[in-house]
């Protein structure tokens, strides 16, 4: 289904702009002033910005391990993610998250999570909170293949479609989690089967093509916001990077590998654009120098930052 011009190319913009953001973390990773592990969110943006550009800035969505996409997608500010790398006190956890925890309540950003699946139950709560204030706000839960196999997915599933929780499940399938094939691991060919098992509507989505998943995303975020229940939207795109930056990924090949590289959504939605008029070629110029600003002085500002206290150690957590 073809969206509206003007919506493919805001997406495009919303989508570039991540990709830009996260091929800069990976350069400035490997200077190795960087605390942790990173992991990069290319390839994946159409799924993102198609799901979070649909949503209100008090809807609420949780991440995974690789959430930086996410949060951007969501609103959040570019200075205040870069210093939460770096484990800074200007960061949005104060220094206390890095990376895999990045969360940012203030746009509805309940938090990355280091752990496989750990954002699943988190956001049906949290829909069950909307549905208990009956505010209309709507919940989305981000992971990926690998945590589709964790018991958490399986209870919060049932747990939503019984009380008709405003809650959408995304995901992620890439086909790897971390070094295991999904052709391994999973029993069934589409993950989105699954969903049938609890009376939950899924669809199966190429989220290489970003039309596809706006309005997968359209459907499901409506039918939760209406109050009839959760839906399940499995994405499908091929790993363009490593689990994590540094992975030299020996354990695929190379033609999987370049294979991957070549079915890229930010290509296929500029040749999109192309098709319909757009010069491409001034957005990419336009955001190149305005991301890129916005990223040399955020990235720059990060480093001049002061760390935490260590007499403030126990403060911002979940104690006090």
Not at 73 to 99: N, Q, T
Not at 217 to 232: H, T
Not at 279 to 289: F, P, Q, T
């Amino acid at each position: 289904m073809m969206i509206s011009l003007q919506t493919l190319e805001h997406s495009f913009r919303e989508m570039l702009r991540i990709r830009l953001f996260e091929e800069r973390v990976r350069r400035e990773f490997g200077k190795g002033d960087m605390p942790g592990f990173v992991h990069v969110y290319v390839g994946a943006e159409a799924i993102a910005v198609g799901v979070c550009s649909q949503l209100e800035q008090t809807d609420m969505i949780t991440s995974t391990h690789r959430g930086h996409g996410h949060c951007l997608a969501k609103g959040v500010e570019i200075a205040p993610m870069v210093a939460e790398l770096y484990g800074r006190e200007a960061g949005l956890c104060h220094g206390r998250g890095g990376s895999m925890h990045i969360a940012d309540f203030s746009k509805g950003v309940l938090g990355a999570n280091a752990i496989v699946g750990g954002g699943i139950g988190i956001a049906v709560g949290a829909a069950l909170a909307a549905q208990t204030l009956k505010d209309g706000r709507v919940a989305v839960t981000f992971f990926g293949d690998g945590a589709a196999n964790q018991g958490v997915l399986h209870e919060s599933m049932n747990l939503a479609s019984i009380w008709k929780l405003p809650v959408v499940f995304v995901c992620e399938n890439n086909g790897w989690a971390e070094s295991t094939p999904a052709s391994y691991s999973i029993s069934v060919s589409d993950v989105a089967i699954r969903a049938a098992g609890y009376s939950i509507p899924g669809v199966v989505v190429d989220a290489t093509d970003y039309s596809a998943m706006h309005v997968a995303a359209e459907q499901a975020i409506l039918r939760a916001r209406m109050g009839n229940g959760p839906s399940f939207i499995e994405a499908k795109f091929p790993r363009q990077v490593g689990h994590f930056v540094g992975d030299g990924e020996a354990y695929r090949s190379r033609d999987d590998r370049k294979s991957a590289r070549q079915l890229d959504v930010i290509a296929r939605t500029r040749l999109e654009l192309e098709s319909r008029g757009v010069d491409v070629g001034a957005i990419v110029d336009e955001l190149g120098k305005l991301i890129g600003g916005e990223l040399d002085s955020a990235f720059a500002a990060a480093r001049d930052s002061k760390w935490p206290n260590i007499d403030e150690l126990e403060s911002y957590v979940y104690s006090n």
